[in-house]
């Protein structure tokens, strides 16, 4: 293992980062402020409590998610993507490392920076409702998990993009309505048996229920059944990074 | 000492355009090697092939005795690159470019050595400045900072003085020859002839993706080299005498001038006896000149030869 290179990259891209310090920070506090004003104060004066959790509360887990993976996803993306753009690739390509060290490095610091900001989330949440955390370790690892398979994700589709729409292409027309309809907002036992099957085939309902799990106890689904999706993933993720290094595909000619 | 095996590499890109048909070529360790050839010729496939950034269709390449496909940590931990294009992220500082770069290639922080090569290309001062504050110029020294920073046996400089001032391109002269001093292997491409004559040790030629010749600058200049013999004349020859019309004699300056073409390669170049015939048919010699032919006449002669077999 190249584990410089792996150092050099992430501290390299976590400069980007830190140049962009307190946008990463107030952008997060605001928009959640901005959900719990909408949710929170408006649809939950109407909904009140979800199986024993008030609606404010609720809603905190999805919040969390929802944030984490688009951060996750556009910081990964971004992060390969540029590169290729302006033509530093040249310097990874010609460097002695593999696609792991690659990966580590660019898909750790996109993580890194999602965790960061799911972790501002959280704390300012926890400026406007009660919150408690019964399972915090099975919540850290939901977290960082899908950080991390997010990011992947994300790696592949700044590989994949050849301009600056398509890198917002798959976020904006799969992930936003993905999550959004994944039960971050409600819970799926809310919704007609029509669409509770449906919504068993969005993964998002998975990392959803399992994070909502580590925090209230409450799951749509079992919790075994959520680490595997993420598992399952992150693995599909790891295969699919493997054979574009292997093969070259978008970035070797 | 080979350091860099190149053997019956062949390189077709994606659209099936062959690039490269069939390149070999040797590289001694220690040497200079400038690789000279118009627009299009592949010397920067070549390269890219070499360094990891495209694939060989068929052929094998080895870096210090590391296969560049199969056992590429090898051979690329020997390589720095210095690529045409000016690739470098706009935002980012002079310092961190350079030490990302080290890091990259698994070396250890080391901040006198990353000091002392960015003093040598005069940018000690700009370290702190953002790539995109930087003139062409610099930004040129901050891609052989990068490729220097990993401290790589071999070097490869895709044309490294293209759009660089007359200073400027001598100091790459010189920071060239001190890595040549240090044992570094140094690859250039280069559009100037006068570069390759300057500073490399042997001298390819390479054109529509085949090496055509590759030779000692020195051997190579003797070996095509021709010289010629410029013959000042007292007073005019309005034409030539009958008696030198067979000697393939130019005349120049109206009459004033005749120019004898020969090889030096030759044993016998046919001086003594021109040089007779003219006094016999009458002419007075004022002055004799003689002129080397450049690598630039070569190099054209080459190029427009294989162009004229195609
Ligand atoms: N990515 C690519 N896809 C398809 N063809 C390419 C690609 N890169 C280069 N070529 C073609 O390969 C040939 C050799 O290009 P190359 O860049 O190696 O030339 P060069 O000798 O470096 O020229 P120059 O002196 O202009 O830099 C050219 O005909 C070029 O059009
Ligand atoms: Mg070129």
């Keep these: ?253 | 000492m080979s350091m860099v095996q190149i053997s019956n590499v062949r390189k077709a890109y994606a659209g099936g355009f062959e690039a490269l048909k069939g390149a070999s070529l040797d590289i001694h360790e220690g040497e200079i090697l400038a690789l000279l050839g118009p627009n299009g010729a592949g010397k920067t496939t070549l390269i890219s092939t070499i360094c990891g950034i495209t694939q060989p269709t068929s052929g094998t390449i080895t870096v210090g005795g590391h296969d560049v496909v199969t056992d590429y940590r090898g051979a690329r931990s020997l390589v720095g690159l210095v690529p045409q294009e000016i690739n470098l992220e706009p935002f980012e500082r002079v310092i961190n470019t350079v030490r990302f770069s080290r890091g990259l290639f698994g070396k250890p922080k080391d901040n006198a050595l990353l000091e002392r090569i960015l003093r040598q290309l005069s940018l000690w001062d700009k370290r702190d400045n953002r790539i995109m504050e930087l003139s062409g110029g610099m930004k040129r020294r901050v891609l052989i900072a990068k490729a220097l920073a990993h401290e790589p046996r071999v070097l490869f400089l895709d044309e490294p003085t293209a759009g660089v001032d007359v200073e400027l391109r001598r100091d790459m002269w010189d920071i060239v020859a001190g890595l040549k001093e240090a044992g570094v292997t140094i690859i250039l491409t280069t559009h100037y002839i006068e570069e390759a004559e300057a500073i490399a040790d042997r001298i390819g030629v390479i054109n529509k993706g085949e090496i055509l010749l590759v030779e000692e600058k020195t051997a190579l200049m003797t070996r095509l080299g021709q010289k010629e013999l410029r013959i000042e004349l007292h007073e005019p020859a309005a034409e030539l005498p009958a008696s030198l019309a067979d000697r393939g004699l130019r005349i120049e300056e109206g009459g004033q001038v005749l120019v004898y073409t020969y090889d030096t390669g030759q044993d016998r170049t046919g001086i003594a006896t021109l040089i007779r015939e003219i006094s016999e048919a009458g002419l007075v010699l004022r002055d004799l000149q003689t002129r080397q032919n450049s690598l630039e006449d070569i190099f054209v002669g080459l190029v427009s030869k294989q162009e004229d077999a195609a």
């Design chain 1, 1 to 253: 293992m190249n584990w410089q290179a792996i150092r050099a990259i992430y501290v390299f891209e976590m400069a980007r980062f830190f140049r962009t310090l307190l946008q990463s920070f107030v952008s997060p506090v605001i928009s959640t402020s901005l959900y719990f004003v909408v949710f929170g104060a408006a649809i939950g004066s109407r909904i009140d409590q979800v199986e024993g959790v008030s609606y404010g509360a609720f809603i905190v887990p999805g919040l969390i998610m929802l944030s984490v993976m688009t951060q996750a996803i556009s910081n990964a993306s971004f992060g390969i993507y540029f590169p290729k753009f302006i033509g530093t690739i040249y310097e990874l390509l010609s460097a002695p490392v593999n696609f792991l060290e690659i990966v580590l490095g660019y898909v750790g610091a996109a993580a890194t920076k999602a965790l960061f900001i799911g972790i501002v989330i959280l704390g300012t949440s926890a400026l406007f409702v009660d919150l408690t955390i019964q399972h915090p370790i099975a919540m850290l690892v939901f977290l960082v998990l899908t950080c991390l398979s997010f990011a992947l994700f994300g790696f592949i589709i700044g590989i994949w993009a050849g301009n600056f729409e398509q890198l917002q292409l798959i976020p904006l027309l799969i992930v936003t309505p993905l999550v959004f309809l994944g039960g971050s907002f409600y819970s799926i036992s809310m919704l007609p048996p029509v669409w509770q099957t449906i919504s068993f085939f969005n993964p998002v309902v998975y990392l959803v229920s399992g994070f909502r799990w580590s925090f209230f106890g409450l799951a749509d689904v079992p919790i075994g059944l959520s680490l595997l999706a993420i598992g399952g993933f992150t693995m599909l993720c790891l295969a699919i990074i493997w054979w574009i290094f292997k093969t070259g595909w978008r970035i070797r000619q």
